[in-house]
């Protein structure tokens, strides 16, 4: 619940990202790759799949 968050220590976090900056960067990579290639995927898939169906692509 919001009552139960307690107040974030912006120094400790820090300190945390400048000793394991490599460690975060990994945990980050892949979700970001995922995210950005079904983000592009989408976008070739409403450009192209019109055309399969004989139809315009809707335009943006």
Do not use: G, W
Request: charge should be positive; charged fraction near 20%; include cysteine.
């Amino acid at each position: 619940t919001k009552d139960s968050l307690q107040p974030v220590n912006t120094e400790a976090v820090l300190q945390i990202i400048k000793l394991h900056s490599k460690t975060l960067q990994q945990i980050l990579v892949s979700p970001l790759s995922n995210i950005m290639f079904e983000d592009c995927r989408n976008q070739c898939f409403h450009v192209y799949y019109p055309y399969y169906l004989n139809k315009e692509p809707a335009k943006r």
